[in-house]
């Protein structure tokens, strides 16, 4: 059984499928000859009780690496959602692709099968990839996809939500000369903001350092080119310097990212108030405290803009990665999200790293107010605030309540 703390009132099904032993014992009963599992981490987690919560693993196993995930809900409701696999698709690793414990109210589905990302397979599919390519792309017509040589990783999961796979490809051309070529796959299954492909056209014209979209099959698959090699040691001023570029941007989109942001905080709080309901009425007292958003000024924003979407490049300009939430919005909410993030991580000195960041943005741009910025930094508290849980924190219960101490302090650094 799961030594992770859950809710007092979690169904006990939830408490087996957040269990890496049942799941575990679940994958063993039907892996091929051959297959050995080595260990089974749990790394995210969307809780609903019995209406269908989602807990995703990372399967590491003799013949490679998997991501799977177990459901919770009714029985007859996951025998009708292993009925929808008719025939699942089979995985490298030797790992049984669905497995149904009726009995115990779990269904387990090994990637690339998910109930909402049904274009992954097809995205998995080398040669389909080589055929997408080419009808965005005429210079692929000349080259031969080297397969034995080329292969696809999972890069990020959230099962039912998106993934991003590497395609690592070699080529060879019509005289044999080989080379490698590295794109990213990109699968939503709500699709991309409309203003994406827009947002990264203007972003690289403006000299920023961003992915180009290579194809976009359909509404809910993008490929992008690489942005090159990740390297050490990231310098905050400079990425606080191409954030202050990117809202400087001439703008004139029609996708209205301040509406979701400010969505947000309300639907953390009520996924809050089911975890821990002193939490989550604590919560929305602050949320009413906080009053109206200030902000008036709205430019080009990221959506998402965090660390962990920067790729430092050395000595060049850092690099931007995943404009899936671009659109119109605030300025400080762009702040505000980086601000949450590293809260949240809670390193050594990371006050002083957004401090880094607000020093570099305002080398190029004026920042906004010490009013909105307060502001904003207390909304993407809440707006974040049961994350530790999602990502599967064994401290959760102290983390929230870190979080919202911050909400409460009388000055966030600014």
Request: aromatic residues 8%; proline residues 6%; glycine residues 4%.
């Amino acid at each position: 059984m799961s030594t992770f703390p859950l809710p007092v009132d979690a169904p006990e099904a939830v408490r087996r499928a957040l269990s890496p032993v049942d799941v575990r014992q679940l994958l063993e009963t039907q892996a091929n000859n051959g297959t050995r599992i080595e260990s089974v981490r749990a790394r995210y987690i969307r809780y609903k009780k019995l209406h269908g919560t989602v807990v995703a693993y990372e399967v590491e196993t003799n013949r490679g690496t998997v991501w799977a995930y177990t459901r919770a809900a009714e029985p007859e409701r996951l025998r009708q959602e292993a009925a929808r696999f008719a025939a699942p698709a089979a995985n490298s690793a030797g790992l049984p692709p669905l497995v149904l414990a009726a009995d115990a109210s779990l269904l387990l589905l090994c990637f690339p099968n998910d109930r909402y990302l049904g274009e992954v397979e097809s995205a998995l599919d080398l040669r389909k990839l080589r055929r997408v390519l080419i009808q965005h792309e005429s210079r692929y017509e000349a080259l031969r996809l080297r397969k034995r040589k080329s292969h696809m990783q999972v890069v990020r999961y959230k099962p039912e939500r998106r993934a991003v796979l590497r395609a690592s490809l070699s080529w060879a051309d019509e005289h044999e000369k080989k080379f490698s070529e590295e794109l990213f796959v990109r699968c939503s299954a709500v699709g991309f903001s409309p203003d994406r492909s827009a947002a990264l056209h203007a972003a690289n014209a403006a000299g920023l350092c961003v992915p180009r979209v290579v194809a976009q099959p359909t509404a809910r698959v993008s490929v992008e080119s690489s942005v090159g090699p990740s390297l050490p040691n990231v310098d905050l001023a400079r990425v606080g310097a191409e954030l202050a570029r990117l809202h400087s941007i001439a703008w004139q989109g029609t996708h209205d990212a301040a509406t979701a942001y400010l969505e947000s905080a309300p639907v953390e709080i009520r996924a809050l108030a089911q975890l821990a309901p002193h939490l989550g009425k604590r919560a929305q007292e602050l949320l009413c405290a906080l009053g109206p958003c200030p902000s008036r000024e709205r430019t080009l924003v990221h959506g998402d803009f965090h660390v962990q979407q920067i790729v430092p490049r050395g000595d060049e300009r850092p690099a931007v990665v995943d404009f899936d939430r671009a659109g119109t919005g605030f300025p400080a909410q762009d702040l505000g999200w980086f601000y949450a993030h590293l809260a949240l991580a809670n390193q050594p000195g990371w006050e002083a790293r957004m401090y880094e960041l607000e020093r570099g943005y305002a080398t190029l741009r004026a920042l906004p107010s010490a009013l909105e910025l307060q502001w904003h930094k207390r909304w993407s508290l809440l707006a974040t605030v049961t994350q530790p849980f999602r990502r599967v924190q064994y401290d959760w219960p102290a983390a929230l309540e870190r979080q919202l101490d911050r909400v409460e302090e009388r000055e966030v650094h600014a």
